[in-house]
């Protein structure tokens, strides 16, 4: 009884804070429900160790409908204390595309992290280009993830 009532605390807190954040997962770039390919979403913050990271099953949370693996428990906690600031932009997708509107596939190893956000990208080659003018090619993007999602962009 007591892992039920468990459960369905969870899932009312999960849709409130889905609510709360108005997140519109349908439009997210997952595999089966899993964000970043299995790829730990903290480690590739200075905290997390600053390079893209395979998560593991072990140390795994759902997040408001997104799976996540980390690379180990205290970057699962961490993600924990602030998934606003760990979660990658645009549902996922990469961030030049986004930048023109589009949805495209990332690699993971391939991100950008400034300053609480982190942008991921499909090529070195659009990871240099949106470097290269960052404020411009991120309110493109972040204009776009609104229309086409409905959310605000991360901050």
């Given at each position: 009884?007591?892992?039920?009532?468990t459960?369905?605390?969870?899932v009312?807190?999960?849709l409130a804070?889905?609510a709360?954040?108005?997140?519109?997962?349908s439009?997210?770039?997952?595999?089966?429900?899993?964000?970043?390919?299995?790829y730990?979403p903290?480690?590739?913050?200075?905290?997390?160790?600053?390079?893209?990271?395979?998560?593991?099953?072990?140390?795994r949370l759902?997040y408001?409908?997104?799976?996540?693996?980390?690379s180990?428990?205290?970057?699962?906690n961490?993600f924990?204390?602030?998934?606003?600031?760990?979660?990658?932009?645009?549902?996922?997708?990469?961030?030049?595309?986004?930048?023109?509107?589009?949805?495209?596939d990332?690699?993971p190893?391939l991100?950008?992290?400034?300053?609480?956000?982190?942008?991921?990208?499909v090529?070195?080659?659009?990871?240099a280009?949106?470097?290269?003018?960052?404020?411009e090619?991120?309110?493109n993007?972040?204009?776009?993830?609104?229309?086409?999602?409905g959310?605000?962009?991360?901050?």
């Open positions: 009884m007591l892992k039920l009532l459960g369905l605390i969870a009312f807190f999960s804070v889905s709360q954040v108005g997140r519109n997962v439009v997210y770039n997952l595999e089966t429900g899993l964000g970043l390919k299995g730990d903290v480690a590739v913050f200075p905290e997390g160790g600053g390079k893209a990271t395979k998560g593991s099953p072990e140390f759902v408001s409908g997104v799976t996540y693996n980390f180990s428990e205290a970057n699962a961490r924990e204390s602030d998934p606003e600031k760990y979660e990658p932009t645009y549902g996922g997708w990469c961030a030049f595309a986004m930048a023109s509107g589009e949805y495209v990332i690699q190893q991100f950008t992290v400034h300053g609480r956000r982190v942008h991921y990208f090529a070195s080659r659009a990871k280009n949106f470097d290269r003018k960052l404020a090619f991120e309110a993007a972040d204009k776009h993830w609104k229309r086409i999602s959310e605000l962009p991360r901050k």
